[in-house]
T-cell receptor, first 110, second 114 residues
Framework: AQSVSQHNHHVILSEAASLELGCNYSYGGTVNLFWYVQYPGQHLQLLLKYFSGDPLVKGIKGFEAEFIKSKFSFNLRKPSVQWSDTAEYFCAAAGNKLTFGGGTRVLVKP | SQTIHQWPATLVQPVGSPLSLECTVEGTSNPNLYWYRQAAGRGLQLLFYSVGIGQISSEVPQNLSASRPQDRQFILSSKKLLLSDSGFYLC?????????????FGPGTRLTVL
């Protein structure tokens, strides 16, 4: 069965620190991959997506993610976080259906 | 531009009472519509999706049902709520068929069953 795992449930870090959120999926076929973000009190919104081509994908607000097919991974990164990056982040994979990971709550301390 | 609305924003209901949550999309035609439940630490669980009026697919057996009486309206219902139905319910839409497209989410409804 298709599944998505996010390794960290909670991450706390200070402003200017680097962020990396792990995401692994299980699906034997071709997948499209997404990262969604939910800021406090706001709608869930798309951060970035990978369909094909360059495995390093750049999204909004300085985020990027790298698709590593051999590792079934799609980790999200940001070199220097800001307080406004405090949010919950969801990885999702679309193989035969769209499946979400459990989410990672990120708290950036000012 | 397209917008998606959910009503109500919060709801507190007693066990055994009925439920009706509404989702409406503006600015698009024939969207694919989805109902999710978001539980802490477990991400989003797809409950129902619809590719057209009157067409509903259920992903998991449960105490809930969905209906699509109009092109841009999607309703989540229950005849008798259970405590386990408490949660955060999200409606989403995509302009095209298929799971490979970006989904646009509504603001959600926080349901508490007492």
């Amino acid at each position: 069965a298709q599944s998505v795992s996010q390794h960290n449930h909670h991450v706390i870090l200070s402003e200017a620190a680097s962020l990396e959120l792990g995401c692994n999926y299980s699906y034997g076929g071709t997948v499209n991959l997404f990262w969604y973000v939910q800021y406090p009190g706001q709608h869930l919104q798309l951060l970035l997506k990978y369909f094909s081509g360059d495995p390093l994908v750049k999204g909004i607000k300085g985020f990027e993610a790298e698709f590593i097919k051999s590792k079934f991974s799609f980790n999200l990164r940001k070199p220097s976080v800001q307080w406004s990056d405090t949010a919950e982040y969801f990885c999702a994979a679309a193989g035969n259906k769209l499946t979400f990971g459990g989410g990672t709550r990120v708290l950036v301390k000012p | 531009s397209q917008t998606i609305h959910q009503w109500p924003a919060t709801l507190v209901q007693p066990v055994g009472s009925p439920l009706s949550l509404e989702c409406t999309v503006e600015g698009t035609s024939n969207p694919n519509l989805y109902w999710y439940r978001q539980a802490a630490g477990r991400g989003l669980q797809l409950l129902f999706y619809s590719v057209g009026i009157g067409q509903i697919s259920s992903e998991v057996p449960q105490n809930l049902s969905a209906s699509r009486p109009q092109d841009r309206q999607f309703i989540l219902s229950s005849k008798k709520l259970l405590l386990s139905d408490s949660g955060f319910y999200l409606c989403a839409w995509t302009p095209l068929a298929g799971v490979h497209n970006e989904q646009f989410f509504g603001p959600g409804t926080r349901l508490t069953v007492l």
